[in-house]
């Protein structure tokens, strides 16, 4: 099983993605130069495999700067 996350920002991927492979339970996505504006609207869009056991997804992000 598989799970592929995205950050999205008003509705359009960004570069921020990141992965889980098996029995993963971890993963960070860091990037730097990642503009944002007040009011923009951010997301996570989780893609799982055709495979993957329903879990629950919990995240949190961190904006520095």
Not at 17 to 46: C, K, M, P, R, W
């Amino acid at each position: 099983q598989s799970f592929t996350y995205t950050v999205r920002k008003n509705g359009i991927a960004t570069v921020m993605t990141g992965a889980i492979s098996g029995d993963g339970t971890f993963q960070l996505i860091s990037q730097t130069g990642f503009s944002y504006n007040a009011g923009d609207y951010l997301s996570i869009e989780v893609i799982t495999s055709a495979t993957a056991a329903t879990v629950r997804h919990r995240w949190s992000l961190a904006i520095e700067g």
